[in-house]
């Protein structure tokens, strides 16, 4: 896996909290639009998509697993 950028990981952890792409983009100071390609990006990365995308954002299983670890290392 190539280095994954601590910005990324920071908007990760932001949409986690807000639990949606708007809410978090408001707490970090970007658009919804720059957070929905951060976390593209980041999926793309990882190779697994994150989140399920509805109404609210929700965790995927794996991201449910592995949001404590990147918390803690953002």
């Not at 950028?5 to 720059?34: H, K, N, W």
């Not at 980041?42 to 697994?48: D, I, S, T």
Request: proline content about 3%; charged content about 20%; overall charge positive.
């Amino acid at each position: 896996m190539k280095n994954l950028d601590l910005e990324l990981l920071r908007t990760f952890v932001a949409v986690a909290d807000a639990r949606s792409f708007a809410g978090a983009g408001v707490r970090i100071g970007r658009t919804q639009a720059a957070v929905s390609q951060q976390m593209q990006r980041l999926e793309a990365l990882v190779g697994v998509p994150l989140f399920r995308r509805e109404a609210a954002t929700r965790y995927s299983p794996l991201a449910r697993c592995n949001c404590s670890v990147m918390r803690a290392n953002c």
